[in-house]
């Protein structure tokens, strides 16, 4: 057994995940609008009733983010590991279970490949034009599962890819993020070797997949980390971030500011909650991102207690037994 990996960082990048989802929940897209709404998302808070995706949802609820990776850590430890017919299995009964072909929360890629694959479609090609955001949003329990070991993280990545979001810049930006979370989790963790990480993730996860049209991960990831830590006031610099990265569906986009909004936080997921709901756009999937992160490089003890019962108290959550999938991430992490 790996005596390195810690149950307490990989529980607590499972419950950074929700945490960065429901607090980003209620954020419009645009960033004045949400400033103007909120004057600054500083807890939980239920989703405006014009939010164009999630009116109606209430507070702390987790959305497709968190439901996604966890649907994946399901499958994989009920098949023993990372598999293609493990993520085909759960993204299918996931999209099912969640009356997906009305669902406003499916992404484009997601919706695609989901149904290339109900209709036979291989695998390898139902996900030949997916390079939207998703496969990042839902890979952090797969660097849990490779938890210390980035390399093993990168190739798994690349299956959770496949059946949805087969282009070499979503393998890029899941990649960055399944190697970020692995070494996030080891005890001798640094924001600089988590960001390496993410580098190394990007530009290897780019020689898989599909070519595509695309900016380089890497560099963006490189060009949030910058303003980031340009030490100006928190407001301006995801000001820069929204304007200059960007928060759009996009992967290079999403993965990039969910660097940003790490840094700025120096690695706290709670202040990267804050700040990626604040940042705006698809502000519940860079928080999900981004404190999935901080949640494993700094363990379940950096989160205050009323923000771990406001989340198990979320009935979407509580189905999911996310200990008891921590618990068998523990498991299966420690063994390899």
């Known amino acids: 057994m790996n005596k390195q990996i810690s149950k307490d960082r ?24 949400t400033w103007a709404a909120f004057g600054w998302i500083d807890r939980f808070y239920p989703a405006p009733d014009d ?9 702390a609820r987790i959305t497709d983010d968190s439901e996604q990776a966890f649907s994946l850590a399901q499958a994989y430890l009920q098949h023993g590991g ?42 390898h090609e139902a996900g030949h034009m997916g390079d939207t955001n998703g496969a990042a949003m839902r890979v952090s329990t797969v660097g849990l599962l490779y938890a210390g070991d980035p ?21 890029s930006g899941a990649s960055a993020i399944a190697a970020a979370v692995a ?42 980390v910058r303003i980031a830590r340009q030490g100006t006031d928190a407001r301006v610099r995801l000001r820069a971030l ?9 992967i290079v986009e999403t993965v990039g500011s969910a660097f940003g909004v790490l840094v700025m936080a120096d690695g706290d997921p709670q202040q990267a909650a804050v700040y990626a709901a604040n940042l705006s756009g698809d502000a519940d999937t860079i928080g ?41 991430i523990y498991g299966l992490a420690s063994g390899r």
Not at 51 to 59: D, K, Q, W
Request: hydrophobic share 45%; glycine share 10%; with cysteine.
């Open 10 to 33: 990989i529980l607590g990048g499972m419950y950074g995940q929700a945490l960065g989802d429901a607090w980003g929940m209620p954020a419009y897209f645009d960033q004045d609008q």
């Open 51 to 59: 939010h164009e995706v999630h009116a109606g949802l209430p507070a």
């Open 82 to 123: 990372v598999t293609l017919a493990a993520t085909v299995e759960a993204i299918i009964a996931w999209y099912d279970r969640t009356g997906g072909d009305q669902s406003k929360y499916v992404g484009p890629s997601t919706r695609r490949g989901v149904l290339a694959l109900k209709k036979g479609v291989d695998p």
């Open 151 to 171: 390399m093993g993280a990168i190739e798994a990545a690349y299956t959770s890819c496949i059946p949805t979001h087969n282009t070499n810049v979503a393998v």
């Open 183 to 224: 070494v996030a989790t080891r005890p001798d963790a640094s924001l600089d070797a988590i960001i390496a990480a993410g580098l190394l993730g990007a530009e290897l996860g780019r020689k898989k997949g599909t070519p595509w049209h695309s900016p380089s991960v890497a560099r963006r990831i490189e060009q949030a």
């Open 242 to 250: 929204f304007d200059e990265v960007g928060t759009s569906l996009s």
């Open 288 to 328: 999900a991102i981004a404190c999935a992160m901080a949640g494993a490089y700094k363990g379940i003890a950096a989160f205050e207690p009323s923000i771990i019962e406001a989340l198990d108290a979320d009935l979407v959550m509580a189905s999911y037994h996310v200990r008891d999938l921590a618990d068998g």
